[in-house]
C-alpha cells in the first residue's frame, strides 16, 4: 500500500525568506508524485509533479519540489516567500503502474508573515 | 469551459436521510473521482472510475454509492446518513494518465453535516 507523510501540520516562515514544506513516500515500484496547494473554501490546486527525468521540478507561482529516491522525499520549496502563498499544501503519490487513484497526505498548513 | 462543478455547496442532513451530492465535468476527462476531506486526515478516496459504467472503491467507501452512466457526471450517493459522513467532500477529475501520470481538477467541494 502506498502512504504519503507529511511531518509539519504548520510551517511559518517571514515573507522573502525561503520556504520548504516536507514530504515523504512509500509506494511499490516507481512514484508519480505531485503537489497540491488549497485556498480557504476552495477545491485543490495542481502545483507541480514529478514523473521521471529531472529531479528538481518547477510548477506554478515560483514553485519548485526537489525528487529523492534514496531518502524517498518529495520536498516543496520557493526561494523567496509571499503572504500570498499562505494556504494549505498537500503532497500526494501514486505508482506509476497499476491502480491510478493518489494517495495524499495529511497536508501542511504554510503561514507566511508580512 | 466550466471545469468540475458541484451542487450543492452546503447541506445539512439529519441521521439516516440520503441524498445525491452532484458532480459534473465538461473536459471529457475519463477519470472521475471523489474524496472526503477531514480535518487532520488529507484527503481519503471514496470511490473513483476510469470510464462510463466502470467504478471502483477506493480507501473508505462504506456507506457510500456511486454510478457513472455518462462520460460528464459522477454523482455520489448516501445511503442513510450517518454522523460519521459531516466532511467536506471533493470530486476530480483527470484525463487518461497512461504513462505520463496525471493532474486531477478538483471541484470547489460541498460541506456536508449531518446532525
Known amino acids: 500500500a502506498q502512504s504519503v507523510a507529511q511531518p509539519e501540520d504548520q510551517v511559518n516562515v517571514a515573507e522573502g525568506n525561503p520556504l520548504t514544506v516536507k514530504c515523504t513516500y512509500s509506494?511499490?515500484?516507481?512514484?508519480?508524485l505531485f503537489w497540491y496547494v488549497q485556498y480557504p473554501n476552495r477545491g485543490l490546486q495542481f502545483l507541480l509533479k514529478y514523473i521521471t527525468g529531472d529531479n528538481l521540478v518547477k510548477g506554478s507561482y515560483g514553485f519548485e519540489a526537489e525528487f529523492n529516491k534514496s531518502q524517498t522525499s518529495f520536498h516543496l520549496k520557493k526561494p523567496s516567500a509571499l503572504v500570498s502563498d499562505s494556504a494549505l499544501y498537500f503532497c500526494?503519490?501514486?505508482?506509476?503502474?497499476?491502480?491510478?487513484?493518489?494517495?495524499f497526505g495529511s497536508g501542511t498548513r504554510l503561514q507566511v508573515q508580512p | 469551459n466550466a471545469g468540475v462543478t458541484q451542487t450543492p455547496k452546503f447541506q445539512v442532513l439529519k441521521t439516516g436521510q440520503s441524498m445525491t451530492l452532484q458532480c459534473a465535468q465538461d473536459m471529457n476527462h475519463e477519470y472521475m473521482s471523489w474524496y472526503r476531506q477531514d480535518p487532520g486526515m488529507g484527503l481519503r478516496l471514496i470511490h473513483y472510475s476510469v470510464g462510463a459504467g466502470i467504478t471502483d472503491q477506493g480507501e473508505v467507501p462504506n456507506g457510500y454509492n456511486v454510478s457513472r452512466s455518462t462520460t460528464e457526471d459522477f454523482p455520489l450517493r448516501l445511503l442513510s446518513a450517518a454522523p460519521s459522513q459531516t466532511s467536506v467532500y471533493f470530486c476530480?477529475?483527470?484525463?487518461?494518465?497512461?504513462?505520463?501520470?496525471?493532474?486531477?481538477?478538483f471541484g470547489p467541494g460541498t460541506r456536508l453535516t449531518v446532525t
Open positions: 509506494v511499490s515500484g516507481n512514484p508519480y
Open positions: 476530480a477529475s483527470s484525463s487518461n494518465p497512461g504513462l505520463a501520470g496525471h493532474e486531477q481538477y
Open positions: 500526494a503519490v501514486r505508482p506509476d503502474t497499476g491502480r491510478r487513484a493518489l494517495t
